[in-house]
């Protein structure tokens, strides 16, 4: 058995970065090394204004151990002064006003695993799973510090699936411009729930299969038959009544099918510019040649690192991400494009001959290396990111 502790942090955009890179540094130099400590996940909300930390300890008494610890107090004053030279980061921060057990619903909850199916849901509702990714980043986010409801919830799972929900509606109508993004469906027709035939068809559907159906069939149908939640439970995700779900089940249904029979696919990306198609090249090179000092030679000076479901760092601090990769045998990579965008693919040892297990996606600017999204953490964006593999 262990005890959760939660650290919420709310941060200006511009200092998050060195908030944490402090955190980090934190965690490594001295929290990781206090008896009873087991683990912990830090979390940045996609407005990134927020940042969570999810630990594990053996017990509350190690937990009290850390907080008295002789390095807490250097680690307060340093937390302003990392953020912008003075203490005015502290002012915003307030670490002990934040620090607080889980919400009650969400100790029922297993997080690890519950990631992949969530992201699999989000990935079909918006037709991303980059942009799903952080759905699933900002609804955890809201799920950690999320006030204790007057009463105990029902369905704790459900609840982060209706928080994803809203939230992959509230993109798709920053998408179209819409005011609202519910589609009419009567609620007379009433669909065979328990079509297995229909299960199969919505498991290999395409992703722009789904995106071509309203919100509210394509919610019914992942949902439903493609992660196996009951009706009433769909109901409640979507906020809606039994026999709706039904209806935008069965129209969801005949409306793949439709899609099946006419061949839509995933289409076809543009080609790269072939400057950038050097640059991919030359860190595919460098990285499979183990020159990380190469490597570092190519990144921006303001680069940013979003190491997926573990941290983010930015400037200088993003060289020593290539350390992991230094000390780890075996891994292959090679160029190529997911969602249309530069990505280095990589097959860990063991896996599938010509089949990336996951992807590292680069942004440029002026010639260097601006972005680097690594999901090396969060694998199960593979399963479903429609990737070109560009090796010759």
Avoid at 81 to 100: F, K, Q
Avoid at 345 to 372: K, M
Wanted: some cysteine.
């Amino acid at each position: 058995m262990t005890t959760t502790l939660i650290n919420i942090f709310t941060v200006a955009p511009e200092n998050l970065d060195r908030l944490v890179a402090l955190l980090k540094e934190g965690t490594a130099a001295w929290i990781s090394k206090v008896p009873g400590f087991v683990s912990s996940s830090l979390h940045v909300s996609h407005d990134e204004r927020r940042v969570v930390i999810y630990g594990q300890w053996r017990s509350a008494d190690a937990i009290a151990a850390m907080r008295t610890h002789p390095a807490m107090p250097a680690y307060f004053e340093r937390e302003g002064a990392r953020a912008d030279g003075s203490h005015h980061l502290r002012r915003r921060v307030d670490h002990r006003r934040m620090t607080r057990p889980p919400p009650p619903a969400l100790q029922s909850l297993d997080l690890e695993r519950l990631r992949p199916r969530l992201h699999r849901y989000c990935t079909r509702m918006v037709g991303s799973v980059l942009d799903a990714e952080d759905i699933v980043q900002d609804a955890l986010v809201r799920v950690l510090e999320s006030p204790v409801p007057d009463r105990p919830i029902d369905n704790p799972e459900g609840w982060l699936f209706r928080i994803a929900h809203n939230l992959a509606l509230d993109l798709l109508r920053r998408r179209a411009r819409a005011p609202d993004m519910r589609d009419e469906d009567e609620v007379d027709l009433i669909a065979d729930a328990h079509d297995e035939q229909a299960r199969r068809e919505a498991t290999s559907a395409t992703l722009p299969a789904f995106m071509r159906l309203p919100p509210a069939q394509r919610g019914a149908v992942i949902l439903f038959d493609v992660l196996d939640y009951s009706a009433d439970e769909v109901s409640a995700i979507l906020d809606t009544t039994v026999p709706a779900v039904k209806s935008a089940l069965q129209r969801g249904r005949g409306r793949l099918r439709e899609l099946a029979g006419h061949g839509i696919d995933a289409g076809r990306h543009a080609a790269l510019p072939d400057a950038e198609t050097r640059l991919l090249q030359r860190y595919v090179d460098l990285f499979n040649a183990r020159d990380f000092d190469a490597l570092r030679e190519m990144l921006a000076a303001d680069v940013r690192l979003d190491l997926v479901n573990r941290l983010r760092l930015q400037g200088g601090a993003v060289g020593e991400y290539f350390t992991r990769y230094g000390q780890s045998q075996g891994w292959t990579a090679w160029p190529g494009l997911v969602e249309g965008r530069p990505a280095v693919l990589v097959r860990q040892p063991g896996g599938a001959a010509g089949r990336p297990d996951y992807f590292v996606v680069l942004g440029w600017a002026d010639g260097r290396v601006a972005s680097i999204r690594d999901f090396l953490f969060a694998r199960y964006a593979m399963q479903d990111a429609a990737y070109v593999s560009l090796a010759t």
